[in-house]
């Protein structure tokens, strides 16, 4: 392999609400060989993992941002603290939330880590990010 590509090119930011005061924090999910393995072994394929999103299977949601975060899988504190962000933050709004950021990361996936490129022109677009909830 001789090309080299640009690092962090295919991250996904999104903002999460931390607390019931609605603390912010801005999150990066990273696509990683990692992350496609881990949750294509759990559900048999990216695309069931599409779908289930599509469908906002919060399990399944929570699984992509844990990965996607680089958190440590297995560890109930850190899955229970991201349970508890995803559910204050929402994970549907009138720009897609949460939904459309792990939509976003599981195309990135599919695309090498890299945004997949817009169609018919060849341009690899930066992916799109949920608004900051204000």
């Known amino acids: 392999m001789t090309s080299k590509r640009e690092l962090g090119m295919g991250n996904i930011q999104a903002t999460l609400i931390i607390d019931s005061q609605g603390t912010q924090q801005t999150v990066i999910l990273k696509p990683s060989l990692h992350a496609m393995r881990t949750?294509?072994?759990?559900?048999?394929?990216?695309q069931a993992v599409l779908e289930k999103?599509?469908?906002?299977?919060?399990?399944?949601?929570v699984d992509v941002f844990e990965v996607g975060m680089q958190l440590p899988l297995g560890n109930p504190k850190a899955r229970s603290e991201l349970e508890q962000s995803l559910y204050l933050s929402g994970v549907l709004d009138q720009e897609g939330g949460l939904v459309a950021v792990a939509t976003?990361?599981?195309?990135?996936?599919?695309?090498g880590g890299k945004p997949p490129p817009l169609a018919g022109t060849g341009e690899v677009p930066q992916p799109p990010n949920p608004p900051n909830a204000s």
């Open 39 to 46: 949750l294509s072994r759990k559900y048999s394929g990216l």
């Open 53 to 61: 999103v599509l469908r906002v299977d919060f399990d399944v949601m």
């Open 104 to 111: 976003n990361f599981i195309n990135v996936l599919l695309h």
